[in-house]
């Protein structure tokens, strides 16, 4: 059972440009999360999904920053118009459901470098 | 606001104890979690304590919390090479679930020969 995949592992962009990132969750696992780890600084939660449903985004930035769980193929964590701020390592998690105490599932993350 | 703090770096001799520790500002935290980084891994979590415990032991790993003075510690027995990583605190506030966890910077922990 592969662990959850991310992928591309680095990316680099220039200003402007746009960053897609991919996190496929552990098989059987309905839950997506995505956490940002700026430098310096420790990982901040960003948004929470469910198939087809963003179930809390309070962590996204309110600009530029999307997210989406289609019903078939990975999460996207989608940066418009990139920012030397937006660089960081971006991580995304899964578990199989809600519940009070969910384990999390990490994958490598994503590192993105904006020029 | 809420925050965890860790020290960043610690080095131990193998076969020492190493000892994290961890403060915390929420004192509503319902859970509290140790995460190990490895190098180009993702996170895993190593395990976790309810506030309404004081201590959890799992094999090498102990942890103890005083909920008094908000401080949380990970304790490694017989520390081995392949123990070196990066540990993270986090903690869960007052939701009781953990998409919205509370990091700490993480403390990397070196293990020396």
């Known amino acids: 059972n592969a662990g959850v995949m991310q992928n591309p592992r680095h990316l680099v962009r220039r200003r402007g440009q746009e960053a897609r990132l991919r996190c496929s969750p552990m098989?059987?696992?309905?839950?997506v999360y995505w956490y940002r780890q700026l430098p310096e600084e420790g990982l901040k939660f960003m948004v929470y999904?469910?198939?087809?449903?963003?179930?809390?985004e309070s962590g996204m930035p309110k600009e530029r920053f999307s997210a989406e769980f289609p019903k078939e193929g990975p999460s996207i964590l989608r940066i418009q118009q990139v920012v030397r701020g937006d660089s960081a390592a971006y991580f995304c998690?899964?578990?199989?459901?809600?519940?009070?105490?969910?384990?999390?599932?990490f994958g490598s993350g994503t590192q993105l470098s904006v020029l | 606001g809420e925050d965890v703090e860790q020290s960043l770096f610690l080095s131990v001799r193998e076969g020492d104890s190493s000892v994290i520790n961890c403060t915390y500002t929420?004192?509503?935290?319902?859970?509290l979690y140790w995460y190990k980084q490895e190098p180009g891994a993702g996170l895993q979590l190593l395990t976790y304590?309810?506030?309404n415990m004081d201590m959890k032991q799992d094999q090498r790993l102990t942890v103890l919390l005083n909920k008094k003075d908000k401080h949380l510690s990970l304790r490694i027995a017989d520390t081995q090479t392949g123990d070196s990583a990066i540990y993270f605190c986090?903690?869960?506030?007052?939701?009781?679930?953990?998409?919205?966890?509370?990091w700490g910077l993480g403390t990397s922990l070196a293990v020396n020969p």
């Open positions: 998690a899964s578990s199989p459901g809600q519940g009070g105490n969910e384990k999390l599932f």
């Open positions: 098989k059987g696992h309905s839950h």
């Open positions: 999904l469910q198939k087809e449903n963003i179930i809390d």
């Open positions: 929420d004192s509503s935290s319902t859970y």
């Open positions: 304590i309810f506030s």
């Open positions: 986090a903690e869960s506030g007052n939701a009781g679930n953990n998409r919205k966890l509370i």
